[in-house]
């Protein structure tokens, strides 16, 4: 016992436990509002816990919007873009560190020029390219034009440059090929990496709102934030309600991270990111 | 020679025609007119307009609907300016500004469809009506429209000795007054973050003041809209706005935190739209009031909210579209759907009808917004509305936080909107 307090350091345990109470706070603020009255929200100074728990808020929730049919759709098209975002950026950042080809240079400043550029911008051409491809009240219309990420490619070659070359120069020398390369030294030396990549593109998908809007019409098509919004904007005095819509739809993004929150403490040693 | 000309003038005239009919589509009505009809409001609202629009479907067989939430009425703008581009726009919208996207690519058609004999536009408040104008001329009917309201928190009006039931303040100066008295003896929660006043828009009330001060918000001179804003009388109403802050009655530029303020009692007075009775009344900790907002030299009041256009060219999806527009403005139907949302009835029978006269007996609160209606008004609507109302919300920023002076913030915002119109 004695040398398990010697090993805790009590003013670095307090200081992190308070930083971690600061982290969880709107959280468990969150949840509890998620059972609250509509007085209960509002009240001054602020309950922490419900007068009474109003579990009809959950009910509410499907009943205003088709919740289950939002939520497949946000899973299934932020799984699918991420993973073809992955498999496309993790290819191009490859393709730009391993390979010498001319014009490698001006290529990767002109995938990085793009980051530069808004957004909005790019909406409306956007829009006119999908509809002219007839993928208007699509899924591809959804998740084909937000597959192509440059900060995913400038994240993973950024990881892929600190693999010494000499692991690169030595599967030559037993054979390997370049997909060989890719598959069995690359990745496997870049899975914190790629675990963050995939964690920055996941969280990115998950919470668009204006292109999925924009792209689509039908409510079979449509994704969680779309029918967030619809309780936020005329429902904005009825915070209970909101709150259980976020609780239910934060799930995913916290079993993301749990299954891969090892990958990304270690990517965020390696590289000082912040997630 | 001239028979040979004749007899092949003849034949290409009479192939002409026979190709001419052949490829001329004979355009018949179908069956069944689809309709895809997008709409901007949510919520309660959302769900009172798809329960009639619904049932408006289910009346008629031969017109189908299809209706989308096309989400906030920023969102709508993008999403309706993007598929007018490609053509896929829907054939009606519910949305804010829509004379902007008929009126703005001179489709006035609206003009002829209100002459409708079945719709009566006379029954049509004029102020309401005129919200649907652009430039002017009729290019959308007015559908979800409100206007402010001055709500008040009756436990902090009581406690400071105000009794706004009998004495209500018809001017700003006494309004001033009764907020400074609110703030002083009414913080009922003990509260740091108290004030007396505060509006969730405030380039909403900064308008209708101009409205009351007598000072128009733009001026058509010519064919060129002009700002009319930072003139002297507009100048008068910005610094009654500057003196609020000044004397702390209302926080600087917190405009957006104004409805969570007031809903945690920790704000006396809050001018907020007229379809909050509908959300507020029987949720608040506090015993709800609201007055008629007072006024400068006259009372008048800008209407807001959101109107119907017809956006396709299709004849009988127009005619559909129509049909669907005329029954949600029937006086039964838009009187259900605003008394279960807190928009105004559009129609001025609404108010003697028994529907309206209960509802009013039962909850006086939204009497309050129908004693208003004689004094709406709609500001003159023109290409370049949305531009100026981000320039106002900067002007209004600069005041309140004290980076201009009235004076210099709104001549700014004039010159901006003058070099956008240009």
């Known amino acids: 016992m004695a040398s398990l307090r010697k090993k805790i350091n009590i003013p670095v345990f307090l200081f992190l436990l308070a930083g971690s109470v600061v982290m969880i706070f709107p959280f468990v603020w969150m949840i509890f509002s998620s059972f609250k009255t509509v007085a209960d929200v509002y009240t001054y100074p602020p309950k922490w816990l419900p007068s009474s728990w109003k579990f009809t808020n959950y009910k509410k ?83 084909l034009p937000q597959v192509l990420s440059a900060f995913t490619i400038f994240l993973l070659v950024s990881f892929f440059s600190s693999i010494p070359t000499i ?71 009825e915070y209970q309600i909101m709150m259980a819509a976020a609780v239910m739809a934060i799930l995913p993004v916290l079993i993301v991270y749990l299954f891969f929150e090892k990958q990304l403490v270690q990517s965020i040693t390696l590289t000082g990111l912040k997630a | 020679m001239k028979k040979a000309t004749t007899i092949v003038l003849l034949l290409t005239l009479g192939i002409s025609l026979v190709f001419a009919t052949g490829a001329k589509e004979v ?70 500004a829509g004379q902007l996207y008929t009126g703005g690519r001179g489709d006035f058609s609206m003009e002829n469809l209100v002459k409708d004999p079945d719709f009566n536009v006379d029954d049509i408040f004029k102020g309401m009506l005129e919200y649907g104008m652009y430039e002017g001329r009729i290019a959308a ?189 029937e006086e039964e139907n838009h009187t259900a759907f605003a008394l279960s949302t807190g928009y105004l009835p559009v129609r001025k029978s609404a108010q003697n009808g028994a529907v309206v006269k209960e509802a009013l007996a039962s909850n006086p609160l939204y009497k309050v917004a129908f004693d208003q209606l004689d004094n709406a008004w709609a500001y003159y609507h023109f290409q370049e509305m949305g531009t100026m109302d981000s320039f106002f919300w900067y002007a209004l920023d600069e005041i309140e936080k004290g980076v201009s002076s009235v004076e210099v913030a709104l001549a700014k915002a004039a010159a901006s909107l003058e070099k956008e119109i240009e």
């Open chain 1, 61 to 143: 929730v499907f009943q205003m919007i088709p919740f289950g049919r939002y939520y497949f759709n946000s899973i299934f098209t932020s799984v699918a873009q991420t993973a073809i975002q992955l498999a496309l950026s993790v290819t191009a950042a490859y393709a730009l560190v391993v390979l010498n080809f001319p014009g490698r240079k001006f290529l990767y400043t002109l995938i990085r020029s793009t980051m530069f550029v808004p957004t909005v911008v790019t909406l409306i051409p956007l829009y006119l390219l999908v509809s002219k491809a007839g993928m208007i009240d699509t899924y591809a219309g959804i998740i």
């Open chain 1, 167 to 237: 692991l690169f120069d030595s599967a030559k020398l037993d054979g390997c090929g370049y997909y060989r390369i890719l598959s069995e030294v690359v990745i496997p030396n870049s899975k914190s990496s790629i675990s963050t990549a995939m964690l920055f593109a996941f969280l990115g998908h998950w919470k668009s709102y204006t292109w999925p809007l924009i792209v689509t019409n039908k409510a079979i098509y449509r994704t969680l934030p779309i029918g967030m919004k619809y309780l936020v904007q005329e429902s904005s005095s």
């Open chain 2, 27 to 96: 355009s018949t009505r179908p069956e069944v007119v689809k309709l895809q009809v997008w709409y901007a409001i949510s919520g309660a609202s959302g769900e009172q307009f798809l329960a009639l629009a619904k049932a408006f479907d289910a009346s008629r067989p031969d017109i189908e609907l299809e209706l989308t939430y096309s989400g906030s009425y920023a969102d709508t703008a993008t999403k309706v300016s993007a598929a007018l581009l490609s053509g896929d726009e829907p054939d009606a919208a519910i949305m804010a």
């Open chain 2, 141 to 329: 009917v007015p559908y979800g429209i409100s206007s402010q309201v001055l709500y008040y928190n009756k436990d902090i009006t009581d406690k400071a000795g105000l009794d706004l039931e009998k004495n209500p303040p018809t001017t700003w100066a006494q309004f001033f007054t009764m907020a400074k008295t609110a703030m002083e003896k009414g913080n009922v929660n003990n509260s740091p973050d108290f004030y007396g006043f505060d509006t969730s828009d405030g380039v909403w009330l900064f308008k209708s003041m101009l409205g009351q001060n007598g000072n128009e918000v733009v001026r058509k001179v010519g064919d060129r809209v002009q700002p009319a804003f930072h003139e002297a009388s507009g100048i008068e109403v910005g610094r009654f706005w500057k003196s609020l802050v000044d004397s702390n009655v209302m926080p600087a530029a917190q405009h957006t935190n104004a409805e969570k303020k007031f809903l945690a009692g920790n704000l006396a007075f809050i001018a907020a739209s007229s379809n909050r009775v509908a959300r507020w009344q029987g949720t608040t900790n506090f015993s709800l009031g609201a007055i008629v907002m007072p006024g400068f030299k006259n009372r008048s009041i800008a209407l807001g909210g959101n109107v119907a256009v017809i956006l396709t060219g299709d004849q009988y999806k127009r005619e559909a579209s129509w049909e669907l527009l005329k029954y949600l403005l």
